[in-house]
């Protein structure tokens, strides 16, 4: 079993072009694994509009603002929390920069270097700093405690005290 340090959580997302596509879905759920992170929230999502534009203020006014939005209320979303030591900056790197035509020659094996179809349609999300994370958890996860989770559930993950719920795609308490 892994010995682990400390869990940091981050807010991961399959974006529209992922969750309609079952085989990409599932390489990257494995690769997910593979890399040592723990599933420990998984719900999926359609978003209106309305709460596309909210998720994604920060980007509002910047050319791709429109088109962004549009695309992620086109379909259905999975929204993950997912944990392990400095889950913030493993995630992102595991799915690579933001622009896949770059991504594709300079970080192939990476999620949006091997499953991104265009800049915006690039599979994944992840927040990029503490403060992000926690708001954006709150965002999909309203009655996620992350205080609570920390006292009661992170010294159980940390021991590797769960299982893989394969049909799920989450991590639950043993
Ligand atoms: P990241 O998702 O890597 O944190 P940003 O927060 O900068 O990237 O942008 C949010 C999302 O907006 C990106 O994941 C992508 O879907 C889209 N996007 C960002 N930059 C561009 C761009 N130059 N052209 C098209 N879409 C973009
Ligand atoms: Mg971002």
């Known amino acids: 079993m ?3 340090g400390p869990l940091q959580l981050t807010l991961a997302l399959f974006k529209p ?15 997910i694994i593979e890399e040592d ?6 719900r999926e999502v359609r978003l209106l ?8 203020a920060e980007h509002r006014g910047k050319f791709f603002y429109n088109r962004l939005v549009t695309f992620m209320a086109s379909g259905p979303t999975q929204a993950l929390i997912l944990a392990h030591e400095d889950a913030i900056k493993r995630w992102r790197l595991l799915m690579g920069p933001t ?3 770059k991504t594709k020659y300079e970080a192939p094996d990476t999620i949006r270097g091997l499953y991104g179809l265009t800049d915006t349609r690039n599979s994944t999300h992840g927040s990029d700093a503490p403060e992000t994370a926690a708001k954006e958890i709150g ?14 559930e992170e010294p159980k993950f940390r021991e590797g005290l769960v299982k893989l719920d394969e049909d799920n795609f989450i991590h639950k308490l043993l």
């Open 2 to 4: 892994t010995v682990r």
């Open 17 to 31: 072009d992922v969750t309609r596509v079952p085989y990409v879905l599932k390489a990257i759920q494995q690769r």
């Open 37 to 42: 992170f723990l599933v420990v929230r998984h």
């Open 49 to 56: 509009r309305d709460r596309t534009e909210k998720f994604y």
């Open 99 to 101: 622009k896949v035509f």
């Open 139 to 152: 965002f999909f996860f309203p009655e996620f405690n992350i205080e609570n989770w920390y006292k009661t």
